[in-house]
């Protein structure tokens, strides 16, 4: 079974960066790299929302509100997933989930999240 640990998260004040990591264990190599990895997010009383992804092949996709901020990367060599959090602004405290959707099994897997706090 797949379990993804995430780490990195902490309180910074605004206009400052943060990085998170997701190692994903259980799973081997080959099967993290044909997986596609994302990150989401959720403030308390919201449904949980898509930050980033990133493909098996490299290709990224961001949130509109964070374009040009955060950068997702991954280290297939590792299993591990990175966020980039740039230019942190308030509205991106919360917690911050890893997700993998996992090749060759119907379930996904999920982090447990890591809380990102943005005040001064």
């Known amino acids: 079974q797949v379990q993804l640990v995430e780490s990195g998260g902490g309180l910074v004040q605004p206009g400052g960066s943060l990085r998170l990591s997701c190692a994903a264990a259980?799973?081997?190599?080959?099967?993290?790299?044909?997986?596609?990895m994302s990150w989401y997010r959720q403030t308390p009383g919201k449904q949980r929302e898509l930050v980033a992804s990133?493909?098996?092949?490299?290709?990224?996709t961001y949130a509109d509100h964070v374009k040009g901020r955060f950068t997702i990367s991954r280290d297939n060599a590792k299993n591990t997933v990175l966020l980039q959090m740039n230019s942190l602004k308030p509205e991106d405290t919360a917690v911050y989930y890893c997700?993998?959707?996992?090749?060759?099994?119907?379930?996904?897997?999920w982090g447990q999240g890591t809380q990102v706090t943005v005040s001064s």
């Open positions: 990133i493909d098996t092949g490299g290709t990224t």
């Open positions: 997700h993998m959707v996992v090749f060759g099994q119907i379930n996904d897997a």
């Open positions: 259980g799973t081997s190599g080959i099967i993290f790299g044909f997986s596609p």
